[in-house]
């Protein structure tokens, strides 16, 4: 739980006037919703062609292989620049790489058939060798099948024997792309070359076992021009850079059981993680030297860790790194004392990268980001921005031991990744609020389980669906719930050791809320105690069969927190006496809503009037989102839910703000079409908190946009080109989707289909901006719906982040079947995919 402070209070107090004026302006607009949602005119919802093609029916490689290591070669035909010389032809850029691997593996079952995975290389010259006897295997055949299954098939003239070992040797050339998959080029000044591999591109640079269960030791060379750089996951030696990623196995062991199990018995990298190249890139470096104190030890290579932190030279000149660099040896050195497992890399770099179609990626010992993800200017950057840093290096250190070093079986358990580096990822910056996202997208009917069947999960679109606020954030809370459970003694004892005692009883709660989607609500009458539980959805006509084991922990005004399993539609412990509340969950350590008989709710917000720290700040925050949400699940009374806010003009916490305003826009967003919509505008009534707070420059910058006109966009526009500064630009980005005016905001999209003008990992957030913009909605959807077959290719947006105004209620109106409607829209064709920056 985050601890109050000034900080805290002092943006608190900036919501005051904001949040006052739209409750009231919302009263008012309650009265003139039916009317006037009849006058809404719906956007015709987009239609899509089914494909009649059978799916193949295996996906997965057959499991008669284990790879045990990689030699990979690889040459980026890159130029750094292109010089334009007068009256001589500049050169083309070249966008190709070659190269050659060698992987060795060994047989576990005779076959006469190699498979692995192989997508838009061109590989050639195939040569198998028995590594026990050094004798040459004769191929017959190769062909690589570039359906959904990738596979590069190579057939042999002798069947290799089980226990035997061989090796594979392949030539291969491919192209480097634009899109930000496989190994991809950005510019930057001059050409950078980078790779991002999860989950399923390392197939696009070389052959491999691309699964993630088929861990193996990379050795990776790359060929580079002397005047550029290559940076690898390990070090680097001699002229030719040669990046060796052998992990160091320590005999601190088990780590990652899950239900007794362990998941992966080594520690070597699978391939969505490999020691991959970034060359031909113009960047400096800050060191931050001894990440640990200066301490003498005679056989110890921990002593000191060699850490790099790169990016445009400029950025490092202006200090810009300095933040990310003296807080990384910190976090790791709360893991390595957390998890009592050290580092296993010897080095730990760092990059910001100018383009990355994610927030971060883990790679083991070369962590890549997006500038705003590891850039901090000061004077510039929001101590919020501050936060999200911290967070993101945190999640991504988490990694090094959750996902690298212990990784799931397959990606139906990809929550075991994120969800632990989400969760972890908190404590380590002592903070930890992530319930709402996850409660967002896991109430709509399109929601998943976070460890679905591994049928589920084959295809490659329903890998990269798992990357989502389930997974995430999800996963974190039933972590957190899991912690507060077993007592946060045990439960980290328990991804320490392997220890089978109490694990049965575990996995009986767990796998009600790890195998099913969705999340429940219990309801409780403390007059007579009675307390039952139902799956919570927006769409309350819905039926839900599931069930939870729940546990709750309970306090009143006259009793301390106590833990209560809900097995009963009764108990006594929920019964409260005259004049006393009962509030569950406390905390909000449980991952599920709860609803109260409207005496409770009455005396609940007494408690908060008169004196608001009996009621713990989590639960201030969350009291207010139930209430929001239960009203718009229609299972209590909209006024019930305005009056859970009546606290807040003596709440100076953070927290119970930042739920109000974030639910209250839900009703702007329902609203926006009335008459009365106007009095929510708070800046427009020049309300003092719009006066500038340098934590504040965002709302500062977009209601000068949205007030002005072509001339004021216009001066945004240039502000946004000319800026070198990441966090002045992300801002400028998000305030020029602010304008009113219909023609700049079509202008700006446009721009999206540009990527000089809107580089291609901020498509996705450009758009939502625009869409988050009353006057955009329409438009940004008519835009995707023009462009589908673009964006669906392209942008990565985040999945679930457009549901807000894609499903609401004026999206429905007119249209004979609005539940189906709302089901349509759930779709997960219709989601925008991941965008991540770890929230």
């Known amino acids: 739980m985050a601890k109050e402070s000034g900080i805290s209070k002092i943006l608190a107090g900036t919501f005051v006037f904001l949040t006052i004026s739209v409750i009231a302006g919302i009263v008012t607009m309650i009265i003139f919703y039916k009317t006037e949602i009849a006058l809404m005119d719906p956007t015709p919802r987009p239609m899509f062609t089914s494909s009649t093609t059978s799916l193949p029916p295996v996906i997965r490689l057959p499991k008669n292989l284990v790879p045990q290591s990689y030699q990979v070669f690889l040459q980026p035909h890159l130029y750094t620049r292109i010089i334009e010389v007068v009256n001589v032809t500049s050169p083309n850029q070249t966008m190709l ?51 959904t299954r990738n596979f590069l098939e190579i057939q042999l003239n002798a069947a290799l024997e089980a226990g035997g070992n061989y090796s594979l040797f392949l030539a291969f050339n491919g192209e480097i792309t634009e899109n930000l998959n496989g190994v991809f080029v950005t510019v930057l000044g001059k050409f950078l070359a980078a790779t991002n591999l999860e989950p399923a591109d390392a197939r696009t640079v070389f052959p491999c076992f691309d699964e993630p269960e088929m861990k193996a030791v990379f050795h990776v060379t790359i060929i580079h021009r002397r005047d550029t750089v290559a940076l690898g996951n390990a070090d680097m030696r001699g002229e030719i850079r040669t990046i060796y990623c052998h992990a160091h196995v320590s005999s601190k062991r088990p780590l990652g059981q899950y239900n007794g199990n362990p998941r992966i018995k080594d520690v070597l990298p699978y391939t969505g993680l490999p020691c991959l190249p970034l060359s031909q890139i113009p960047i400096s470096s800050t060191t931050s030297g001894n990440m640990w104190e200066n301490v003498l030890c005679a056989l110890c290579y921990r002593c000191v860790l060699p850490t790099q932190t790169y990016a445009r030279p400029d950025a490092i000149a202006a200090g810009h790194a300095k933040y990310a660099a003296n807080i990384t040896g910190k976090i790791l050195k709360f893991y390595e004392n957390y998890f009592g497992i050290n580092y296993e890399q010897k080095t730990l770099d760092q990059i910001a990268l100018p383009d990355l179609g994610v927030g971060a990626m883990e790679n083991w010992g070369l962590i890549t980001y997006q500038e705003g993800g590891l850039l901090y200017e000061d004077g510039v950057s929001s101590l919020l921005h501050k936060e999200v840093i911290a967070t993101l290096i945190a999640h991504e250190l988490a990694h090094q031991w959750f996902g690298n070093l212990v990784t799931m079986k397959w990606w139906n358990d990809i929550w075991l990744n994120e969800g632990f580096a989400t969760y972890l990822s908190f404590f380590a910056v002592a903070h930890m609020d992530n319930l709402h996202a ?134 006594n412990e929920f019964i409260a006496k005259s004049g006393e509340w009962i509030l569950a969950n406390v905390n909000c350590a449980g991952y599920y809503r709860v609803n109260y008989n409207r005496e409770n709710w009455e005396r609940l917000s007494t408690q908060l009037e008169t004196d608001p720290h009996r009621i713990p700040l989590m639960n201030r925050g969350q009291l207010v989102d139930d209430a929001f949400n239960l009203a718009r699940a229609k299972l209590i009374e909209v006024t019930l839910a305005l009056n859970s806010t009546r606290f807040l003009q003596n709440e100076r916490a953070l927290l119970p703000w930042e739920s109000t305003v974030r639910n209250l826009e839900y009703f702007v967003l329902m609203f926006d079409r009335s008459e009365v919509y106007g009095p929510m505008q708070a800046c427009g009534m020049k309300a003092s908190f719009c006066l500038i707070h340098p934590n504040l420059r965002s709302v500062i910058y977009c209601q000068a946009v949205a007030a002005g006109g072509a001339k004021e966009w216009e001066f945004a526009w240039d502000k946004f080109q000319s800026s070198i500064d990441t966090s002045e630009k992300d801002q400028l980005r998000e305030a020029l989707s602010c304008t009113k005016k219909i023609w700049l905001l079509n202008r700006y999209l446009k721009y999206t289909l540009n990527p000089e003008k809107i580089r291609l990992m901020d498509v996705g957030s450009t758009i939502l901006s625009i869409a988050d913009n009353v006057a955009g909605q329409a438009l940004a959807w008519n835009f995707i719906r023009a462009h589908w077959e673009y964006g669906f290719h392209q942008y990565e947006l985040e999945k679930g982040n457009m549901y807000s105004w894609f499903t609401s209620e004026h999206m429905l109106v007119r249209v004979e079947k609005p539940t189906q409607w709302q089901l349509d829209c759930e779709l997960k064709y219709y989601w925008f995919k991941t965008y991540l920056l770890l929230n």
């Not at 997974?471 to 719930?481: F, I, N, P, Q």
């Not at 946060?488 to 991804?495: K, P, S």
């Not at 320490?496 to 009986?508: L, P, R």
């Not at 999340?519 to 007059?527: E, G, L």
């Open 97 to 147: 790489f070659t190269g050659n691997s060698t992987v060795t593996f060994h047989c576990v079952q005779g076959t006469s058939v190699v498979y692995l995975h192989s997508r838009n290389l061109d590989v050639s010259g195939p040569v198998v060798m028995n590594k026990d006897t050094n004798e040459r295997i004769g191929v017959s055949s190769m062909k690589n099948e570039e359906d």
């Open 438 to 571: 996850a409660f967002e997208v896991d109430a709509l009917a399109s929601s998943h389980p976070l460890s679905p069947p591994q049928e589920d999960v084959q295809m490659t679109f329903e890998i990269e669906d798992m990357f989502d606020a389930i997974t995430y954030c999800k996963g974190a809370a039933v972590l957190r719930m899991l912690t507060d459970i077993v007592t946060e003694r045990v439960f980290t004892h328990g991804i320490k050791v392997n220890e089978d005692g109490g694990h049965t009883t575990v996995a009986k709660v767990m796998n009600t809320w790890t195998k099913q989607m969705g999340y429940p609500v219990i309801t409780i009458n403390t007059t007579n105690g009675e307390v039952y539980q139902k799956q919570f959805l927006f769409n309350d006509s819905s039926e839900s069969s599931l069930w939870w084991y729940i546990p709750i922990r309970v306090m009143s005004n006259a009793a301390e927190p106590s833990l209560v399993w809900l097995e009963s539609s009764d108990t």
